[in-house]
């Protein structure tokens, strides 16, 4: 799984940029309000996921990690893909989006094209009780992170989901105080980050 980029924007189209990573070109779809804080020619650092079909390979980019993982945690909903997950990120900031899901709001969650009254009443029945838990941890360490991704994207490669790696990280950067946090020492935050992990296996 590809858990983040960070390279060159080389290009940006209406619906996707496409960001150079070591001299390889990757077209990154992204909402619209993503897409505008990236400039041509500047370095970009989004958090993705890969959306793999039987006839494509498509990478997804948000600016935040918190974006991302909402991303993915809609698409577990039935008749929900990658379009209209992106559609009702590219309408709704992600704390709106949540306490859309929170509160039962379907009118708010219909402000997104393809989403109709019994797709909004089913994201709100499977994903009510999901979202508290992706409350981001104050501080921002939600916000992605070149540290922050990197340790998001050790913990996928050990087979935690991005929600858990998520989680865990936004907890052990928390402090921007603590010495470790300061210094980005990603060895020392992986090993916290590990330690919460197993605590709540």
Known sequence: MIASVRGTVAA????????????????????PGTLSGLKRGEQANLATTLVVREDSLTLFGFATTDAKVLFELVQSVSGV??????????VLEPDDLRRALAGG???????????????????VLELKDKVGALAPVPGGAATSTPVNDRLIEALSGLGFT??????AVAGVTADASDEAVAAGDVGVLLRRALAVLGRNR
């Open 12 to 31: 940006i189209a209406l619906d996707h940029a496409v960001i150079d990573v070591g001299g390889v070109g990757l077209a990154v779809r992204a909402t």
């Open 81 to 90: 893909g990658p379009k209209i997950a992106l559609a009702l990120l590219a």
């Open 105 to 123: 709001d379907t009118a708010v969650l219909m402000r997104t094209p393809g989403i109709g009254r019994k797709s909004a009443e089913r994201l």
């Open 162 to 167: 991005s929600k858990q790696a998520a989680e």
